[in-house]
Nanobody, 121 residues
Framework: QVQLVESGGGLVQAGGSLRLSCRVS????????MGWYRQAPGKQRELVAH???????NYADSVKGRFTISRDNTKRAVYLQMNSLKPEDTAVYYC???????????????WGQGTQVTVSS
């Protein structure tokens, strides 16, 4: 059973910082791309940032220069450092990972349960 468990969400004032963490557990052969998505009330889920197994990153324009994604392959973890937070960053943040389980022949997308980030003005 593969699980993604997020932590680090919460309430912060505008201009503040939060760091999200996501750890993968289970019988895994490899993890390809890992990423963070977010979904605000009444809006579609959107990509915030993703990072390949080699460390290449991609960010949504709205978070460039403020958010930093990183990963620790030895810990099967991905992180999102969020600085200069704005009220419009308020959303549920979801961890995502493209994973090949042991003995599997293809990769599967897995999602965490989500963690709430609320930025007050």
């Amino acid at each position: 059973q593969v699980q993604l468990v997020e932590s680090g969400g919460g309430l912060v004032q505008a201009g503040g910082s939060l760091r999200l963490s996501c750890r993968v557990s289970g019988s895994i052969f490899s993890i390809n791309v890992m990423g963070w998505y977010r979904q605000a009330p009444g809006k579609q889920r959107e990509l915030v940032a993703h990072i390949t197994s080699a460390g290449s990153t991609n960010y949504a324009d709205s978070v460039k220069g403020r958010f930093t994604i990183s990963r620790d392959n030895t810990k099967r973890a991905v992180y999102l450092q969020m600085n200069s937070l704005k009220p419009e960053d308020t959303a549920v943040y979801y961890c995502n990972a493209d994973i090949r389980r042991l003995f599997a022949t293809s990769n599967v997308d897995y999602w965490g349960q989500g963690t709430q980030v609320t930025v007050s003005s």
